[in-house]
């Protein structure tokens, strides 16, 4: 079965850093693109970023682009979400997701890890 | 970017109806439309991808038809279960972009 656990969520203060994680098993996770796509309180679905399966193509929201980096360890099966200079915009629970394919391109996403949830508010 | 609009934004049926949920794309996205159910607390879960293939496990009450800029997802008998917010998404290109989700609650 695939799974997806995202972790490394919390409250941070506006400004400040958070690393997420998304342990992933049961499927060949070097095989597959990945994404975050988060959700605001009681809103709907934005995507954040997404990583190729070998990490040479990647791409960001323009809301996030210059703040946020993706990355993936393939021997850990891991996937991250290095989040720098949060806003009060940034709260939301953040979810990793799993691409039909390697690349990054023309993806739907499925399965969904849990979430984790981010709270930027001093 | 491309826009993707819902209609309607919420809706009220019973168990049974025939429900219809329609969504639009700000230009042609060819077949790159997919479909997900998200449950309150729960993670979307996918339904339709490119526009009208089912999702291994999803009932055969759900489907999706459309291409260009109109697509249709819908759910042939309602089932208490299926009461839900939907959203289309597309991925025809960078960045991926999600409808405002239709509510769907019981009449």
């Known amino acids: 079965e695939v799974q997806l656990v995202e972790s490394g969520g919390g409250l941070v203060q506006p400004g400040r850093s958070l690393r997420l994680s998304c342990a992933a098993s049961?499927?060949?996770?070097?095989?597959?693109?990945m994404h975050w796509v988060r959700q605001a309180p009681g809103k709907g679905l934005e995507w954040v970023s997404g990583?190729?399966?070998?990490?040479?193509?990647?791409g960001y929201a323009d809301s996030v682009k210059g703040r946020f980096t993706i990355s993936r360890d393939n021997a850990k099966n891991s996937l991250y979400l290095q989040m720098n200079s949060l806003r009060a915009e940034d709260t939301a629970l953040y979810y990793c997701?799993?691409?039909?394919?390697?690349?990054?391109?023309?993806?739907?996403?499925?399965?969904w890890g849990q979430g984790t949830l981010v709270t930027v508010s001093s | 970017d491309i826009q993707m609009t819902q209609s309607p934004s919420s809706l009220s049926a019973s168990v049974g109806d025939r429900v219809t949920i329609t969504c639009r794309a700000s230009?042609?996205?060819?077949?790159?439309l997919n479909w997900y159910q998200q449950k309150p607390g729960k993670a979307p879960k996918l339904l339709i991808y490119?526009?009208?293939s089912l999702q291994s496990g999803v009932p055969s009450r759900f489907s999706g038809s459309g291409s260009g800029t109109d697509f249709t997802l819908t759910i042939s008998s309602l089932q208490p279960e299926d009461f839900a917010t939907y959203y289309c998404?597309?991925?025809?290109?960078?960045?991926?972009?999600f409808g405002p989700g239709t509510k769907v609650d019981i009449k």
């Open positions: 997701a799993k691409a039909p394919a390697h690349t990054v391109t023309s993806n739907w996403f499925d399965p």
């Open positions: 049961g499927f060949t996770f070097d095989d597959y693109a």
């Open positions: 990583i190729s399966w070998n990490s040479g193509s990647i």
């Open positions: 230009q042609s996205i060819s077949s790159y």
């Open positions: 490119a526009a009208s």
């Open positions: 998404q597309q991925s025809y290109s960078t960045p991926p972009t």
